[in-house]
């Protein structure tokens, strides 16, 4: 956890990233992980105990912080918006690469948009039981698994073609899709959720804003490699 150790010296790093994922899994903020690793670093300060021998192992130690109400993945649903969009941009410029480089049109089938509703679908249920993935072991990557191959099934299978576009029209509808995806992001994408210190220091590192400037150009990032890779194959 970047800036863990600066703002929270007498904490051992490695257990005070274990109890900032274990708390961010059972939907913890980040003000309150820094109020919960403050209260730590201060016992651990004055009595010299390690963070392990006052509390214990740090992923029981996050099943006695009070967490939130789980809110419906449904709630998710507004942030995915511009994900979804893009997602669909993305699927849809490997489907005109493809056609172009064969000098056809672009079938937009019935199973394409079925694909794009069930890799969202999905999306959503898998932020929604992160402890799953991270904790299920082998049951997660089943789950990941079972979704990937359905996903696969359903996106190759015949299906009755709802739109023929020319290249050159499919690939300004993924130019609008893109640039949508990206202005969206940046109207209504949240601020991070840093963990923070009761004083207002946080633990933010350069690589944090990196990753934050570039998540909303992600879609855009992939749709540029994937075609890049269509095209050398």
Same mark, same amino acid.
């Given at each position: 956890?970047?800036?863990?150790?600066?703002?929270?010296?007498?904490?051992?790093?490695?257990?005070?990233?274990?109890?900032?994922?274990?708390?961010?899994?059972?939907?913890?903020?980040?003000?309150?992980?820094?109020?919960?690793?403050?209260?730590?670093?201060?016992?651990?300060?004055?009595?010299?105990?390690? #963070?392990?021998? $006052?509390?214990?192992?740090?992923?029981?130690?996050?099943?006695?912080?009070?967490?939130?109400?789980?809110?419906?993945?449904?709630?998710?649903?507004?942030?995915?918006?511009?994900? #979804?969009?893009?997602?669909?941009?993305?699927?849809?410029?490997?489907?005109?690469?493809?056609?172009?480089?064969?000098?056809?049109?672009?079938? =937009?089938?019935?199973?394409?948009?079925?694909? /794009?509703?069930?890799?969202?679908?999905?999306?959503?249920?898998?932020?929604?039981?992160?402890?799953?993935?991270?904790?299920?072991?082998?049951?997660?990557?089943?789950?990941?698994?079972? =979704?990937?191959? #359905?996903?696969?099934?359903?996106?190759?299978?015949?299906?009755?073609?709802?739109?023929?576009?020319?290249?050159?029209?499919?690939? #300004?509808?993924?130019?609008?899709?893109?640039?949508?995806?990206?202005?969206?992001?940046?109207?209504?994408?949240?601020?991070?959720?840093?963990?923070?210190?009761?004083?207002?220091?946080?633990?933010?590192?350069? $690589?944090?804003?990196?990753?934050?400037?570039?998540?909303? /150009?992600?879609?855009?990032?992939?749709?540029?490699?994937?075609?890049?890779?269509?095209?050398?194959?």
């Amino acid at each position: 956890m970047s800036g863990s150790s600066d703002l929270f010296p007498s904490l051992d790093a490695d257990w005070a990233q274990e109890l900032t994922i274990e708390l961010r899994i059972r939907g913890v903020d980040g003000a309150a992980i820094g109020e919960v690793l403050a209260t730590a670093e201060t016992h651990c300060r004055d009595s010299g105990e390690s #963070a392990l021998d $006052a509390f214990g192992p740090a992923r029981e130690y996050a099943q006695t912080v009070p967490t939130p109400a789980r809110g419906s993945t449904l709630s998710d649903v507004p942030l995915a918006v511009p994900a #979804a969009i893009g997602l669909a941009g993305m699927l849809l410029s490997f489907r005109t690469v493809d056609a172009w480089q064969a000098g056809t049109h672009v079938a =937009l089938t019935l199973g394409a948009v079925l694909t /794009w509703i069930a890799v969202l679908g999905a999306t959503l249920v898998l932020v929604g039981h992160l402890e799953l993935l991270v904790r299920g072991r082998w049951r997660g990557w089943v789950v990941m698994l079972g =979704l990937s191959a #359905a996903i696969g099934i359903l996106g190759l299978a015949p299906t009755p073609t709802l739109l023929d576009l020319a290249p050159g029209t499919a690939a #300004a509808l993924v130019a609008v899709l893109l640039a949508t995806s990206v202005g969206l992001s940046y109207r209504i994408t949240p601020e991070p959720d840093v963990v923070r210190h009761p004083l207002g220091a946080v633990t933010r590192s350069p $690589a944090d804003a990196v990753v934050a400037g570039l998540t909303p /150009w992600l879609f855009v990032i992939l749709t540029l490699v994937g075609s890049g890779v269509f095209l050398i194959v």
